[in-house]
């Protein structure tokens, strides 16, 4: 079936240096959210991003769509110590039928180094 | 964040004993989803409900129960589980309209079966 693919699924990285987590599909995707999981947390909503080719930011987080919509980025500059956590990428892929679900990927697991 | 609450927090079992996980949502969502955490597989789909109808089972073993008696409640039977499967169980809840979707999770119910 549909699936979200993520990479990598650790990161480690010295504290300023950047960070970049990669979602693929083998589908056109109608959107594609990201959610962080900081350790021994839950996940939470990040960012959504709907049109092809769109990029937003968050202060030192920027995400970005494909133009085919079939891809997505999350970097991070310069990273600091409470970036660390899980990143998550989900989409709505269809599960059969008419049905989709939200499905994520297998995260991301960044860890910094002070 | 205290949209989606879930209770117990923390819970330990034997392999013969019978518990319920609780999951409230406060946001007036109309689906409600269970998610399993384990480190070996993050954020597997378990069951979902729409407007209190299951609408998916991802082959969950019949020893887990779900249970939603109206938009805003959901509950987990447990009974008789394995050693594996001590995990995360994470709910979440959407308001589900078209291909819009954000997920908002409650803080998990750690599960240690021993």
């Known amino acids: 079936g549909q699936q979200v693919m993520q990479i990598p699924q650790y990161q480690h990285v010295q504290e300023g240096e950047d960070f970049t987590t990669y979602c693929n599909s083998s589908?056109?995707?109608?959107?594609i959210q990201w959610y962080k999981q900081r350790p021994g947390g839950h996940p939470v909503f990040l960012i959504q991003l709907v049109k092809s080719g769109e990029v937003k930011k968050q202060k030192r987080l920027t995400f970005q769509f494909g133009e085919a919509k079939k891809n997505s980025s999350l970097h991070i500059t310069a990273t600091q110590t409470t970036d660390v956590g899980t990143y998550f990428c989900a989409a709505r892929v269809n599960s059969g039928g008419s049905n989709y679900k939200l499905t994520f990927g297998k995260g991301t697991l960044l860890t910094v180094n002070p | 964040e205290t949209g989606v609450t879930q209770t117990p927090r923390h819970l330990v079992m034997g392999m013969t004993n019978k518990k319920s996980l609780k999951c409230e949502q406060h946001l007036g969502h109309n689906a409600m989803y269970w998610y399993k955490q384990s480190a070996k597989k993050p954020l597997e789909l378990m069951f979902v409900y729409n407007f209190k109808e299951q609408t998916e089972n991802n082959s969950v073993p019949s020893r887990f129960s779900p249970e939603c008696p109206n938009s805003s409640h959901l509950f987990l039977h447990l009974h008789t589980l394995q050693p594996e499967d001590s995990a995360l169980y994470l709910c979440?809840?959407?308001?589900?309209?078209?291909?819009?979707?954000?997920?908002?999770f409650g803080p998990g119910t750690r599960l240690l079966v021993l």
């Open positions: 589908t056109t995707l109608s959107n």
């Open positions: 979440a809840s959407s308001q589900v309209a078209g291909l819009q979707e954000t997920q908002y």
